[in-house]
């Protein structure tokens, strides 16, 4: 084989050297992935709960709290 494609690896390789060659470097990383991940999840379901849910929802509802008058 060749030094180069040997020295330019895989994306495994380059994963490797870039996150998980120190441990501190991939606690971090598994840490802030599993807080953006939770993010982009929390924001997805709320986005699909107010789209199957629209008209039924408290704030859809103008005069809700209101009395007509009995006149």
């Known amino acids: 084989m060749d030094s180069t494609a040997r020295r330019s690896g895989g994306l ?3 994963l490797y050297r ?8 991939y606690v971090t990383f598994i ?5 953006v991940g939770e993010r982009v999840v929390d ?10 849910n ?6 859809d509802i ?3 709290g209101t009395r007509q008058s009995e006149e």
């Open 12 to 14: 495994f390789e380059g």
């Open 18 to 25: 870039v996150i998980m060659r120190r441990n501190s470097v």
């Open 31 to 35: 840490i802030a992935g599993a807080f």
């Open 43 to 52: 924001y997805g379901v709320h986005k699909l709960w107010e789209y199957n």
């Open 54 to 59: 629209v008209g039924k929802r408290f704030e």
């Open 62 to 64: 103008p005069v809700l």
